[in-house]
């Protein structure tokens, strides 16, 4: 009983421990998001007496904080839809079809996942000129799609092999093609592995930094992290309104995590499907 009791307050100290480790920082900044730098400089780790959420306001309308934010929800949801899609249709093709040149198709796709992406952005970037679109949010769009869309088939790829083939037995027999199987077997039954992904790749692409630096160059077609960047330059010495602004960048990723956490959960302890 006693050992028991031991290895439960170990455990919850652990769990403890870790969440003050991982929400401390974010905790922190949103303290200091709602505190001008006066009071910042005064009291760093004290909670503020008075928010200021006029600083949201001010961040947002004075310093075309409003554009870059709308450019990444346009090119992110762009991106992780056809991601979504594709993926999903080239996953089920791969997990159900035996057809010649499969693994070679699997392996290919499997290398792109482990190569940094330092290797490709120099190419990325002459193919983006060369076809008229660089610094435009299509270019931009398209690359993330490229650069997503293997580890998304390869996850998928993994949950769908492990769909019950009587499933599709059933819809053969009830005369369903092979686009009406992926539309009402595949799709339904794998939904917590898509939502898997879709959150996964929506939060590496809202937080992508290297790509839209490298590819886009006009102020007005900026994503948030390059706004951000651009709004720590301009605000160099105002500590509130840069813990403001990033602020500003990290709740939608955290309201979408939590709307969305209990799927990604699922998903990602799925064994096999029943």
């Given at each position: 009983?006693?050992?028991?009791?031991l290895?439960?307050?170990?455990?919850t100290s652990?769990?403890v421990?870790?969440?003050v480790?991982?929400?401390g920082?974010?905790?922190?900044?949103a303290?200091?998001?709602?505190?001008?730098t006066p009071?910042?400089?005064?009291?760093?780790?004290g909670?503020?007496?008075t928010?200021?959420w006029?600083?949201?306001i001010e961040?947002?309308?004075?310093s075309?904080?409003?554009?870059?934010?709308?450019?990444s929800?346009?090119?992110?949801a762009a991106a992780?839809v056809?991601?979504?899609?594709?993926g999903?249709?080239?996953a089920?093709?791969?997990?159900?079809?035996?057809f010649?040149?499969?693994?070679?198709?699997?392996?290919?796709?499997?290398?792109?996942?482990?190569?940094p992406?330092?290797?490709?952005?120099?190419?990325?970037?002459?193919?983006?000129?060369?076809?008229?679109?660089?610094?435009s949010l299509t270019g931009?769009t398209l690359?993330?799609?490229?650069?997503?869309?293997p580890l998304?088939?390869?996850l998928?790829?993994?949950?769908?092999?492990?769909?019950?083939e009587?499933?599709?037995?059933a819809?053969?027999?009830?005369?369903?093609?092979?686009?009406?199987?992926?539309w009402?077997?595949?799709?339904?039954?794998?939904?917590p592995?898509?939502a898997?992904?879709?959150?996964?790749n929506?939060?590496?692409?809202?937080?992508?930094f290297?790509?839209?630096v490298?590819?886009?160059?006009?102020?007005?077609?900026?994503?948030?992290?390059?706004?951000?960047?651009?709004?720590?330059?301009?605000?160099?010495?105002?500590?509130?309104?840069?813990?403001?602004?990033?602020?500003?960048?990290?709740?939608?990723?955290v309201?979408?995590y939590?709307?969305?956490?209990?799927?990604?959960?699922?998903?990602m302890?799925a064994?096999?499907?029943?």
């Amino acid at each position: 009983m006693a050992r028991n009791w031991l290895g439960r307050a170990a455990l919850t100290s652990a769990l403890v421990l870790y969440t003050v480790y991982a929400a401390g920082p974010f905790v922190w900044v949103a303290s200091m998001s709602l505190k001008t730098t006066p009071e910042i400089m005064a009291a760093p780790y004290g909670l503020p007496r008075t928010l200021h959420w006029e600083k949201y306001i001010e961040a947002w309308t004075n310093s075309n904080y409003g554009v870059y934010f709308w450019n990444s929800v346009i090119v992110c949801a762009a991106a992780v839809v056809i991601v979504t899609i594709v993926g999903a249709m080239a996953a089920h093709a791969l997990a159900r079809y035996r057809f010649r040149g499969r693994r070679f198709i699997g392996a290919a796709i499997f290398s792109t996942i482990i190569f940094p992406p330092q290797i490709t952005i120099i190419a990325l970037f002459q193919i983006m000129v060369e076809y008229n679109l660089y610094d435009s949010l299509t270019g931009l769009t398209l690359v993330y799609v490229a650069v997503q869309l293997p580890l998304t088939v390869y996850l998928l790829e993994a949950f769908f092999a492990r769909i019950p083939e009587v499933l599709y037995e059933a819809a053969r027999i009830d005369g369903y093609g092979g686009l009406e199987v992926f539309w009402k077997i595949t799709l339904p039954v794998g939904f917590p592995a898509i939502a898997t992904t879709i959150i996964l790749n929506f939060i590496y692409l809202w937080n992508d930094f290297l790509y839209a630096v490298v590819l886009i160059s006009d102020d007005q077609k900026r994503t948030l992290p390059l706004g951000i960047q651009k709004f720590m330059g301009d605000q160099m010495e105002d500590i509130g309104m840069i813990a403001t602004a990033m602020m500003i960048a990290v709740i939608p990723v955290v309201v979408f995590y939590a709307f969305f956490s209990e799927r990604l959960i699922q998903g990602m302890t799925a064994g096999a499907v029943k």
